[in-house]
């Protein structure tokens, strides 16, 4: 069965630093691969997502993901973190074929931004 | 834009009880998921449709049943509620097939069951 591994459940950066949230994923072919992101009280919200083509990918809000075939990663990061960017962040897969669009997600990543 | 509707933020509703959540989209998708959110367990897939009248269950469906009379609208039912199925309920649409388009959510549901 697919499956998808968020390893870090809990995330603290300071203002300014960079971040990387590590996602890995196992299935039998490469799906298709999302961030979302989750504010306090809020639905999910789109990231980024990857089809094909071109393995880094830009998303909103500064933030861009890069996949790895050979590790089977689709890690998201951002170079300079905001105060806002304090929420949760969901990995998820979509199989390419017979999937009927249904998403396996990750446990999720809370990141807490330090002033 | 699209927008995914739940009638409920909150809702507080007592243990046997038969509660429904409800889900309605404006841009006439053909697919309609509920997940189930809890801490640490990330999203789970209660249930899904793929077209009106038309469903499949998910990974948990245990407890829950849905029904989809018209395409905008997708609801999911507690049939005797139990303080186990406490948590944030997300509904989601997309169009049909791979059209290069996420899934869209709602802003979820948070359910009590005293």
């Known amino acids: 069965a697919q499956s998808v591994t968020q390893p870090d459940i809990h995330i603290t950066v300071s203002e300014g630093a960079s971040l990387e949230l590590r996602c890995n994923y196992s299935y039998g072919a490469t799906p298709y691969l999302f961030w979302y992101v989750q504010s306090p009280g809020q639905g999910l919200q789109l990231l980024l997502k990857y089809f094909s083509g071109d393995t880094l990918v830009q998303g909103i809000k500064g933030f861009e993901a890069e996949f790895k075939r050979s590790q089977s990663s689709f890690n998201l990061r951002k170079p300079s973190v905001h105060w806002s960017d304090a929420a949760e962040y969901f990995c998820a897969v979509e199989p390419l074929t017979g999937g009927g669009n249904k998403l396996t997600f990750g446990t999720g990543t809370q990141l807490k931004v330090e002033l | 834009d699209v927008k995914v509707t739940q009638s409920s933020r909150y809702l507080v509703k007592r243990t046997g009880e038969k509660v429904f959540l409800e889900c309605v989209q404006d841009?006439?998708?053909?697919?309609m998921f509920w997940y189930r959110q809890d801490p640490g367990l990330g999203l789970r897939l209660i249930y899904f449709s793929y077209d009106v009248k038309m469903k499949e269950k998910g990974d948990i469906p245990e407890g829950y049943s849905v029904s989809r009379e018209k395409k905008e609208r997708f609801s999911l039912i507690l049939e005797s509620a139990s303080t186990n199925q406490t948590s944030m309920y997300l509904c989601?649409?997309?169009?049909?097939?791979?059209?290069?388009?996420?899934?869209?959510f709602g802003d979820g549901t948070r359910l009590s069951i005293l």
């Open positions: 989601a649409s997309i169009e049909s097939g791979h059209s290069n388009q996420p899934q869209h």
């Open positions: 841009m006439d998708h053909e697919n």
